[in-house]
């Protein structure tokens, strides 16, 4: 395994709902991303966090919402999230930010109903 | 229009054989090119990074070609196995803002 993980693998929520998806790595990394594939598509990136400060916020929608508490664990928050939300939500980290190589987790495969 | 564009999007090949994916690009200032390998229901693995300098990088059965006067690099899966189905992404990073451009992959299915 790549020592990144993502909890829940699959997610189903309402439009309604608000959850959270969850990355920790193990790999002593100081930079963290999220994002978002869509079918077809080539990867979004949504968010970076280098050294536990948002580094980059690609104009993604205020219903998503991150969190990085410290250098091994980032969160999105999702809320009032819409059906073409639906798609597989991606973790990688890196040694440092830039053009590091990225480590990726398993995804979350969220589908909104 | 994307700037790192991938062919073919889906490619099917009997096992043993050898195939060619093609990624096309126009990120410039040119960093490097990564591809990734990503299997069904699991995030992406890098396979090769070449940058300006390098015009072939081989990882096993895979090897990377980088022609970067044209802009184009070429993954070549030799003698292919079935566990070599998965989605193939290139990845190409701009040097000015470390910009990361994606692909949007080849599928590849190696049947027996």
């Known amino acids: 395994e790549t020592g990144v993980t993502q909890t829940p693998r699959h997610l189903v929520m309402g439009m309604t709902n608000k959850k959270s998806l969850k990355c920790e790595q193990h790999l002593g990394h100081n930079a963290m991303y999220w994002y978002k594939q869509s079918a077809k598509k080539p990867l979004e990136l949504m968010f970076v966090y280098n050294f536990k400060e948002q580094t980059e916020n690609n104009s993604v929608p205020s219903r998503f919402s991150p969190e990085c508490p410290n250098s091994s664990h980032l969160f999105l928050h999702l809320h009032t999230l819409q059906p073409e939300d639906s798609a597989l939500y991606l973790c990688a980290s890196s040694q440092e930010g830039g053009q590091a190589k990225q480590y990726f987790g398993p995804g979350t495969r969220l589908t909104v109903t | 229009k994307n700037q790192v564009e991938q062919s073919p999007q889906s490619l099917i090949i009997l096992e043993g054989k050898n195939c060619t994916l093609q990624c096309n690009y126009t990120v410039s200032p040119f960093s490097n090119l990564r591809w990734y390998k990503q299997d069904t229901g699991r995030g992406p693995v890098s396979l090769t990074i070449?940058?300006?300098?390098?015009n072939t990088k081989s990882n096993g059965r895979y090897t990377a070609t980088l022609d970067a006067d044209t802009k184009q690099s070429s993954l070549h899966i030799t003698a292919s196995q079935l566990s070599d189905s998965a989605s193939y992404i290139c990845v190409v990073s701009e040097s000015l803002n470390n910009d990361m451009r994606f692909g949007a992959g080849t599928r590849l299915t190696v049947k027996p």
């Open positions: 070449m940058t300006f300098s390098e």
